[in-house]
């Protein structure tokens, strides 16, 4: 079987962080290696798939994507890979492929070298047939099965209906030991869909005011403004968005000096579900029904 040179692997990783670099939100893991399999010219070996059935290309890179993660370059958190400031650095440092790749290996190796005592499938040099290391290619299976479950779940809040996602909101403050006053019915809600309280008579400050929005697009500063002109100087705001928000708006939320307001996007929204998942009704469970599976993860 033909290796694949260090060349090649220098030029898919430098390639793919300058792709993410002109994507600040960060993208899919498949969007980022389809923009940047259109950047490169793939040879026919590339282009075809490992025994087991992988496409080479995507596997390679990946593989050599941990190299990235390792350094301090790339980012993945639910399957969105983004590139990190020192990735910026590294990118503006080395124009050469070569010497980028070279620099990330040194990285991960410094890297390796600090970890406790490994055990023998961790170590790097055990060949496997699909290009990497047994722990290498046990960490991409990990986290494509990770990405998979992220899309399911997040495809199926996103298409939840608005009120039933606002039910599941509520629940979720429930769980977490607040006293929910008032879910809005549909129709007109002056852009307040949920109030709770610290306490079950709602005689202590703050009163909890919560926008909930299931869509696709991202919250607007203007968006952000708009909620926090509803809020008084003793509540608390909580703006729920399945679509989460612009830089501006996150800017915004965290330099204000008037009003609190935090900011909750789908994957912050699923953690605390995930967190707080024991304390929830059977009723609640319902909405969004989770089965952890366990299984060794890898160390790489």
Same mark, same amino acid.
């Given at each position: 079987?033909?290796?694949?040179?260090?060349?090649?692997?220098?030029?898919?990783?430098?390639?793919?962080?300058?792709?993410?670099?002109?994507?600040?939100?960060?993208?899919?893991?498949?969007?980022?290696?389809?923009?940047?399999? #259109?950047?490169?010219?793939?040879?026919?070996?590339?282009?075809?798939?490992?025994?087991?059935?992988? +496409?080479?290309?995507? +596997?390679?890179?990946?593989?050599?994507?941990?190299?990235?993660?390792?350094?301090?370059?790339?980012?993945?958190?639910?399957?969105?890979?983004?590139?990190?400031?020192?990735?910026? !650095? #590294?990118?503006?440092?080395? $124009?050469?492929?070569?010497?980028?790749?070279?620099?990330?290996?040194?990285?991960?190796?410094?890297?390796?070298? *600090?970890?406790?005592?490994?055990?023998?499938?961790?170590?790097?040099?055990?060949?496997?047939?699909?290009?990497?290391?047994?722990?290498?290619?046990?960490?991409?299976?990990?986290?494509?099965?990770?990405?998979?479950?992220?899309?399911?779940?997040?495809?199926?809040? %996103?298409?939840?209906?608005?009120?039933?996602?606002?039910?599941? !909101?509520?629940?979720?403050?429930?769980?977490?030991?607040?006293?929910? *006053?008032? !879910?809005?019915?549909?129709?007109?809600?002056?852009?307040?869909?949920?109030?709770?309280?610290?306490?079950?008579?709602?005689?202590?400050?703050?009163?909890?005011?919560? +926008?909930?929005?299931?869509?696709?697009?991202?919250?607007?500063?203007?968006?952000? %403004?708009?909620?926090? *002109?509803?809020?008084?100087?003793?509540?608390?705001?909580?703006?729920?968005?399945?679509?989460?928000?612009?830089?501006?708006?996150?800017?915004? #939320?965290?330099?204000?000096?008037?009003?609190?307001?935090?900011?909750?996007?789908?994957?912050?929204?699923?953690?605390?579900?995930?967190?707080?998942? $024991?304390?929830?009704?059977?009723?609640?469970? +319902?909405?969004?029904?989770?089965?952890?599976?366990?299984?060794?993860?890898?160390?790489?």
């Amino acid at each position: 079987m033909p290796e694949i040179p260090d060349s090649r692997k220098a030029l898919f990783l430098r390639q793919l962080i300058q792709v993410l670099a002109a994507a600040p939100e960060g993208l899919r893991s498949q969007e980022a290696l389809s923009r940047l399999a #259109a950047t490169v010219t793939l040879s026919e070996y590339e282009k075809g798939q490992f025994p087991s059935g992988p +496409q080479r290309f995507e +596997q390679i890179v990946r593989l050599t994507s941990i190299v990235a993660v390792k350094a301090g370059w790339l980012a993945k958190t639910k399957g969105i890979w983004s590139i990190t400031e020192e990735g910026r !650095v #590294a990118l503006a440092l080395h $124009g050469d492929p070569e010497a980028f790749y070279r620099t990330g290996c040194a990285l991960y190796a410094e890297w390796d070298r *600090s970890r406790p005592e490994k055990t023998p499938a961790n170590e790097i040099g055990n060949p496997d047939p699909e290009g990497g290391t047994s722990a290498e290619v046990a960490s991409i299976t990990f986290e494509k099965a990770e990405e998979q479950a992220w899309e399911e779940i997040g495809g199926y809040l %996103r298409s939840m209906p608005p009120y039933e996602f606002q039910d599941l !909101v509520a629940d979720l403050l429930r769980a977490m030991g607040y006293h929910v *006053s008032w !879910v809005a019915l549909p129709g007109k809600d002056d852009g307040i869909d949920i109030l709770a309280w610290t306490d079950p008579l709602g005689t202590r400050p703050p009163r909890i005011k919560v +926008q909930v929005k299931r869509q696709i697009s991202t919250v607007s500063v203007d968006g952000l %403004r708009s909620f926090l *002109s509803v809020l008084g100087n003793d509540d608390v705001g909580l703006f729920v968005c399945t679509g989460g928000f612009t830089r501006d708006a996150e800017a915004a #939320a965290r330099t204000q000096e008037n009003r609190k307001v935090t900011l909750i996007d789908l994957e912050r929204l699923f953690d605390l579900w995930v967190e707080h998942y $024991g304390k929830l009704s059977d009723t609640a469970r +319902q909405r969004l029904p989770l089965r952890p599976i366990y299984f060794l993860a890898p160390t790489t």
